[in-house]
């Protein structure tokens, strides 16, 4: 049974790269524009890691994860944030908010399927 | 002898129902059996609510057996080394 | 596709998407000194910058991430309030936004690295920032490296694992990180420890009791293993063993873990580190541990060896107030569309509508009414079918305009004015192709009114005009065209000098007096304006009859307004889409014509008294004529054996006027038949008829034959040039 991964970032770019390199593991992906965009997407179906950006426009990734995890359903989800060296505060505030795990901007496909597959059983 | 059928997932989103679950099971008889072949996904809740199961049982001094364990647990059980805590033959 | 293809996809998009945030920073860069709160602006241009520097990391373009960082740190602390907007920093942040477009175009091009010259450029713009950047912000390297592989000892790693016991809650599933770990080489036993474990009774299933004892073989250095757990040191404990650590460290591992040190012992001689005797010499050689045995280990952090991980002090309460007000919402949902997948869905359009238009006629031809019904149905949904497809490739004229901020602030900088740019009408959409060919006109007009038209601060001051001129691009709909003005508040044309080099030029006869609007269109005259005369000229300079060209080429006209000392306007107006026309189809002999609808006033029968004349009295106007038939050396009159009917005869010897407007003036175009209005698809004319003056372009009439498109205002220009001094010269009388 893949697994399924949402990807929100407002980067249409960073969206495609991450999708390719995580179908190409196997993973199965829902994608999200925004933090508005991904809440959506969070309609009950299982969902095993949430991956979101931190700055994006409508909702941002603290916003957002915050109201992932009043969901029933995703309250136990990992969530990967993508944060940058700059964004230290960023990254304890996502942990706040109950993203536990966060990928560093600029990242290469390969650190980002290191990141999901310490989150994910295979 | 008792046998539960336990289907879906066993993971941290079950894993307080299924506690309750198991528990009951397992008061509900002496020789009992957990049947997993449809067990879609393990976690290490999940895991180690089968440990419960097992010690918990130990203790009230019944008979549990794991049995007709599906992929996806084989892999976990393998993972964490309880294959022979856990698997098939007691 | 493979997964190459997939990512060269990808990168496609992220050049697309580059140079949309890019051209975001440069409109929001040259706005941010006019904004009274320009907070929202600066958090857009750093959006764009984050974005384009985390984008480029994922396809390894180091060097964009490199220059892109730094420009990413000024921006922060000027989101932070550490930096204030001034000129001096917009000044080095534009070239630098310059830059990264030019390293993304390069990109395009298939250059995923940068030059020696690119290079040399980006360290001097960086320099530049560098006194932008707080001393501690200095340049930070930048990590963009797959997880390190130090070379290290090998053998076999020793690992304590005792999750926190949150994890779970916090979606952390420590098995997961487990199976990550054997990634890095191969687990050789491994243990689950269940010690922790309550009663059932007192167990919380979401709570997590395991610990975990194993042994690495692998060739990562300890900086990899310690990676593994980066997410969830914080809330466990966790030990790190190299391989050949010493006996001791092994001890002091087993007194500092909750679970009995003989069991632990004999995980330890089961796994191979240890033989039992080491085990016990050391447990009793180390004596009794400090009172309360050894100090625990604290939670959040990993032992490695004696090595302790510094944890980052960050004043996290102090940075969340400082969190920017995330900007404007993104426009409304889209979907990015190949453009040239549009102009074929266009052109199938196109070729629909000369399909219904041949079905129509057949039916015509068989007077079958329920035919006509069905068809004139098809016909409404086609043309439904073509405005829908038609406005897909309608773009707002906005982007197009905001371009015009940097122009006017490098110009208006070389030359000495203080100038600002006045935009409005952005949302007002017009097709991709026209959009496409009118910035090299605009470039014109807004160059000319900055160098001519915008007068020296000096002189305005004597005019009592403010200091800074303005400059104004406006756009709206207008009956089926979009209408672009240009307009300043300069000194506006001198009539009387553009006058006298008209008549010098012998473009305008002595004694004759133009209106103005005529005399302002002499600008456009090719040839009337040469670098000399643009300073001679108050007015205009350079190039204006190229840009009339440009815009005539894309059937549209200009007009002018200038009033003398406030200011000159052009209104510049063209069809909103160049691909199908409304259009009146006409026959001259055996050839048909199509005259663009929006250009017709109306259509006559030809006064029989007129025959002769080549003007006519139109309700106290005179109505100069072109006749099509002369002009095109047609045999006009349809008086061939096929058409020889009495009747059709007599109706084919009335000539028609099609009277047509260009430029304020009418023309009275004198054909043989009016047929009636059509829709018609432009296709280019090829090369043979480029040298008629007047025609357009061509389509393909539902019969199959082929009819011009008459490009009235060339065809009026250039038949009026050549009659002009004939007709004036000559005085005639209009026929009643």
Redesign the interface.
């Known amino acids: 049974m893949a697994k399924t991964i949402l990807v929100v970032d407002d980067s249409a770019s960073v969206r495609q790269v991450v999708s390719i390199a995580l179908k190409s593991a196997g993973y199965d992906i829902i994608e999200g524009v925004d933090g508005k965009d991904a809440l959506t997407k969070l309609n009950g179906q299982k969902i095993h890691l949430i991956i979101s950006d931190v700055n994006m426009p409508n909702m941002d990734g603290i916003a957002f994860v915050k109201a992932a995890k009043q969901l029933p359903a995703y309250k136990f989800t990992p969530v990967i944030m993508l944060t940058t060296e700059s964004q230290e505060a960023k990254k304890l505030e996502g942990q706040a908010a109950g993203a536990k795990a966060w990928v560093v901007k600029p990242f290469q496909p390969a650190q980002m399927l290191a990141a999901v597959s310490k989150l994910i059983l295979p | 002898m008792q046998t539960l059928n336990i289907e879906g997932e066993m993971?941290?989103?079950t894993?307080?129902e299924?506690?309750n679950l198991l528990?009951a099971f397992i008061a509900s008889g002496h020789t009992l059996e957990i049947n997993l072949s449809q067990v879609?996904?393990l976690?290490?809740?999940g895991?180690?609510?089968l440990?419960?199961a097992k010690?918990?049982a130990a203790?009230a001094q019944k008979q549990l057996r794991f049995v007709m364990h599906s992929k996806?647990v084989l892999?976990?059980l393998a993972?964490?080394?309880?294959t022979s805590l856990l698997g098939h033959s007691d | 596709m493979s997964f190459d293809e997939e990512m060269q996809a990808a990168l496609e998009t992220f050049v697309i998407e580059s140079q949309e945030l890019l051209q975001t920073m440069e409109d929001d860069l040259l706005s941010l000194e006019q904004q009274t709160d320009p907070s929202e602006a600066i958090a857009a241009i750093f959006r764009a910058a984050h974005t384009i520097k985390g984008s480029s990391g994922l396809f390894g373009l180091d060097h964009i991430v490199r220059f892109t960082h730094v420009v990413e740190s000024v921006l922060d602390a000027l989101r932070d309030g550490h930096l204030s907007v001034s000129t001096e920093l917009v000044a080095i942040l534009l070239p630098c936004r310059d830059h990264i477009a030019l390293l993304v175009e390069a990109l395009a091009e298939g250059q995923e690295t940068e030059d020696a010259a690119q290079s040399q450029t980006g360290d001097a713009l960086l320099r530049q920032l560098r006194p932008y950047l707080g001393e501690e912000s200095a340049v930070a390297p930048v990590k963009a490296t797959a997880p390190t592989n130090d070379p290290a000892q090998t053998g076999n790693w020793h690992i304590s694992l005792r999750f926190g016991a949150d994890s779970f809650r916090n979606g952390m599933d420590p098995l997961a990180f487990i199976s990550y770990l054997g990634t890095l080489g191969s687990i050789v036993t491994l243990t689950t420890l269940t010690d922790a474990l309550p009663d059932a009774a007192d167990m919380n299933p979401e709570t997590s009791y395991l610990g975990f004892e194993i042994d690495l073989q692998s060739d990562v250095g300890k900086e990899a293993i310690e990676g593994v757990f980066e997410f969830v040191r914080e809330d466990s404990i966790i030990h790190i063993l190299p391989p050949n650590s010493s006996i001791d460290s092994y001890i002091d591992l087993i007194r500092s873990l909750p679970e009995d040190e003989q069991r632990l012992g004999e995980i330890l001689i089961h796994s191979g580190v240890l033989t039992r005797r080491e085990l016990e010499a050391g447990l009793q050689q180390q004596g009794q541990p400090t009172p309360e045995g050894s100090p625990p280990q604290q939670i959040g952090s990993i032992l490695v060896e004696t090595q302790s991980v510094p944890q980052p002090l960050v004043d996290a309460a102090l940075e969340k107030q400082k969190q920017a007000k995330e900007s404007k919402a993104r426009e409304n949902q889209s979907i990015r569309v190949d453009a040239e997948k549009l102009d074929i869905l266009i052109d199938l359009v196109g070729e629909l509508v000369i399909s219904c238009a041949a079905a129509n006629l057949r039916a015509v031809q068989l007077k079958d009414s329920r035919l006509l019904e069905t068809n004139a149905e098809i016909i409404g949904l086609v043309e439904e079918v073509r405005d829908s497809a038609l406005k897909l490739r309608m773009v707002p004229i906005g982007s197009t305009f905001s371009r015009f901020q940097r122009v006017v602030r490098d110009v208006s900088a070389d030359l000495g004015k203080d100038i600002s740019l006045v935009i409005t009408g952005g949302e007002t959409e017009v097709d991709k192709s026209v959009i496409e060919h009118i910035g090299d006109p605009l470039m014109h007009l807004v160059r000319n009114s900055m160098d001519h038209g915008i007068e020296a601060a000096a002189l305005r001051a004597e005019r009592g005009k403010p200091a800074k001129g303005t400059l104004r691009l406006n756009a709206y709909h207008e009956s089926g065209t979009i209408v672009i003005e240009v307009s300043d508040d300069g000194g506006g044309l001198n009539r009387d000098r553009i006058l006298a080099k008209a008549i010098e030029r012998g473009l305008v006869q002595p004694g004759i007096t133009p209106s103005d609007k005529e005399i302002y269109a002499l600008i456009f005259e090719p040839g009337f304006s040469t670098a000399e005369q643009v300073s001679n000229l108050s007015g205009r300079g350079v190039g204006m009859d190229v840009v009339n060209q440009n815009i005539t080429a894309l059937r549209g006209t200009i007009d002018i307004d200038s009033v003398p000392g406030e200011g000159t306007s052009l209104k510049i107006r063209l069809p909103l889409t160049l691909a199908i026309i409304d259009g009146f189809l006409i026959s001259i002999g055996h050839s048909f014509f199509v005259i663009p609808q929006d250009r017709i006033i109306e259509c006559l029968e030809m006064p029989s008294t007129c025959n002769n004349y080549d003007y006519m009295d139109l309700r106290g106007e005179v109505l100069p004529f072109i006749r099509l038939g002369a002009l095109f050396k047609l045999d006009t009159h349809n008086d061939t054996a096929e058409d020889t009917t009495p009747r059709n005869r007599e109706a084919s010897k009335r000539e028609n006027v099609v009277v047509v407007e260009y430029a304020g003036s009418k023309t009275g175009l004198v054909v043989d038949q009016l047929l009636g209005e059509f829709q018609t698809v432009i296709k280019p004319l090829g090369k043979l008829f480029n040298h008629v003056q007047g025609i357009g372009g061509s389509t393909i009439l539902g019969s199959g034959e082929v009819a011009l498109i008459i490009d009235v205002p060339v065809l009026v220009r250039h038949y009026s040039q050549r009659e002009q001094a004939a007709l004036r010269a000559v005085p005639q009388y209009a026929c009643a």
């Open positions: 993971t941290i989103y894993a307080a299924q506690k528990l879609n996904e976690d290490t809740a895991t180690q609510l440990i419960l010690q918990h203790k996806a892999d976990v993972l964490a080394n309880l």
